[in-house]
């Protein structure tokens, strides 16, 4: 059992097991091998589940970087608009809207 689980003296059991009775050799590869595949199998589940989650991550900051990014903006707008209001209306008529954009060229 702990040849197999852990390949603790592989050697000392299956040589002469495989000696004695060659076709044990086919059950003793079929197991080693399914032993390596699936601990190699588990070591990229982890690899590959850990850059998932850096990637889900990565694009959160995207996105959250995006918010405010978009949040500024509108505080700017609004502080420009504010600005070219001349009445204070909460509304920007063309007359305001080309005389504001001729006193900041």
């Known amino acids: 059992f702990q040849t197999l689980i852990a390949g603790d003296s592989w050697g000392e059991m299956a040589v002469p097991l495989i000696e004695r ?13 399914t032993t390596v595949y699936g601990v190699l199998s588990l070591i990229v589940a982890v690899v590959v589940d ?10 959160e900051a995207t996105a959250a970087e995006l918010a405010d990014s ?32 001729s006193a900041l060229k």
């Not at 204070?88 to 080309?98: F, I, K, P, R, T």
């Open 21 to 33: 009775h060659p076709w044990a050799s086919l059950i003793l590869c079929g197991s080693l091998l």
């Open 70 to 101: 978009e949040n500024q903006e509108k505080k700017y707008l609004t502080k420009l608009f504010g600005q070219i209001d001349a009445d204070a209306s909460g509304q920007v008529s063309l007359e305001e809207l080309e005389s504001g954009a």
């Open 50 to 59: 850990t850059f998932a989650e850096n990637r889900a991550n990565d694009l």
